[in-house]
């Protein structure tokens, strides 16, 4: 049984809290094998049911505090790439929504807790698209989406924009799971510094909000759960991550485009912000994939981090062109002798500065938002013992010191090997 129909022993906690899902891909209607090991699925329904009642409906949901001294800005940008087709749906030409995270002034000098100015706090998900995610993982009796989606963040809407100029990073999400689930990292990020695209691939969750009231579902679950063997299966999540990778090149190229072109605006407001010599690319699962196909195809992408994502689409034997790359995963898949064997594979092709880092206790969604709003409600998973606050602080730590490193230049002692600081952290570097 492949990797992609393998669901693991891991419960996804909070917005998507979804039932089990593998390294790259889930569907709600995945078939379970009997022989895989103690059932994923009934480890997740004791561990909800272990609850005796509905997580308070008055419980404020929050993103953990930032790091960085930035107070953080977000804008929320519709894309189209008219010169591409849907790989999903040929009828349609490829969309993305892109949340652009940046550092921004505090709307008080002594504030600088991700309190900028500009108008509302940035909302985390609708209440539509929480829905839509709790349904198609089977749990939407179990948490309230409306609860979810209030989730307080730190980010300010149309924030005015620190001074000066700074890196970008693309961050691309895990298959079927929302680009909401990176906004911890992504505002963590941005306090530090740095302008931050997060994307929305189209037809690639349960349900993304696109302008005029359009709801997109996951095509792309029908399309690859239709495939009759698990190679085929594997070609086609390969397929995916070099099309996200795409995507990723053609959000830099809208960025980087400051003035009007041929009667179209500027696509950000503040673009003028970015220092385009400075870009790095991230993505959990899949998106941690295309991160390292993106740095394949274009040289202006400097660093990348993959963060717990199977190679489908590999690492080309000829390496990339010695920029560095973080692969930060779970002790069970990504150790050296794990389950993934794309990993030994791929890290021996990375010909530059690389880290191969796991985390005792963690599982496929510790790097995410997950964990850490799941604990705020009481729900732990039994499989990823990591608490979630811990889960989140080790993440922003070293994917931050990993692009402050590198595409900074400074120095960071927390990538030169074990930290007290952080001892669930494993350095392979086999």
């Not at 593998?22 to 994923?40: G, K, L, N």
């Not at 509905?54 to 404020?60: E, H, M, N, V």
């Not at 306090?191 to 095509?219: I, K, M, N, Q, W």
């Not at 590198?406 to 930290?419: D, I, K, M």
């Amino acid at each position: 049984m492949s990797r992609i129909r393998r669901t693991s022993a891991a419960l996804v906690l909070s917005l998507a809290l979804a039932l089990p899902l593998s390294t790259a891909y889930a569907s709600a209607a995945a078939p379970q094998s009997a022989a895989s090991a103690p059932s994923a699925r009934t480890a997740a329904a004791q561990a909800i049911s272990s609850r005796t009642a509905a997580p308070a409906a008055d419980t404020q949901l929050r993103i953990p505090r930032l790091s960085g001294p930035y107070a953080v800005g977000r804008n929320v940008r519709h894309l189209v790439d008219h010169t591409r087709q849907d790989p999903w749906v040929p009828s349609a030409q490829r969309e993305l929504m892109v949340s652009v995270y940046y550092p921004a002034r505090p709307a008080h000098p002594a504030r600088l807790d991700g309190g900028g100015s500009g108008k509302a706090r940035a909302p985390y998900m609708s209440i539509e698209e929480v829905r839509l995610f709790l349904q198609g993982k089977k749990l939407d009796a179990v948490l309230d989406a409306e609860q979810v989606s209030a989730t307080r963040t730190h980010a300010r809407t149309d924030a005015r924009p620190a001074r000066g100029t700074h890196p970008l990073l693309v961050l691309s999400p895990g298959f079927t799971l929302p680009r909401a689930t990176l906004t911890l990292l992504s505002e963590d990020l941005a306090s530090r510094g740095y302008v931050v695209a997060l994307l929305d691939h189209a037809y690639e969750t349960f349900g993304t909000t696109f302008p005029g009231g359009r709801v997109l579902t996951c095509r792309a679950c029908e399309v690859v759960e239709q495939e009759p063997t698990d190679a085929a299966e594997k070609r086609r999540m390969g397929e995916a991550a070099e099309d996200r990778a795409a995507d990723i090149s053609f959000v830099i190229d809208e960025l980087k485009r400051r003035h009007p072109v041929s009667g179209q605006p500027a696509r950000w407001q503040h673009s003028a912000m970015i220092d385009f010599s400075r870009i790095g690319a991230a993505g959990h699962s899949i998106g941690g994939n295309a991160a390292a196909y993106a740095m394949s195809v274009d040289h202006r992408i400097r660093a990348g981090v993959n963060m717990d994502g199977s190679f489908f689409a590999p690492v080309p034997r000829s390496g990339l062109g010695a920029r560095p790359f973080l692969m930060l995963g779970t002790e069970t898949d990504h150790a050296p002798n794990g389950a993934d064997t794309t990993w030994p594979r791929d890290w021996a092709r990375l010909d530059g500065w690389k880290r191969w880092l796991t985390v005792r206790g963690a599982g496929h969604f510790s790097f995410l938002d997950l964990p850490v709003l799941g604990a705020q409600l009481g729900i732990t998973d039994p499989t990823a013992p990591l608490p979630g606050r811990r889960a989140g602080k080790i993440t922003t730590a070293y994917v931050g010191a990993f692009f402050d490193q590198h595409l900074r230049g400074v120095h960071q002692r927390l990538l030169t090997g074990p930290s007290h600081a952080h001892p669930e952290v494993t350095f392979r570097n086999p």
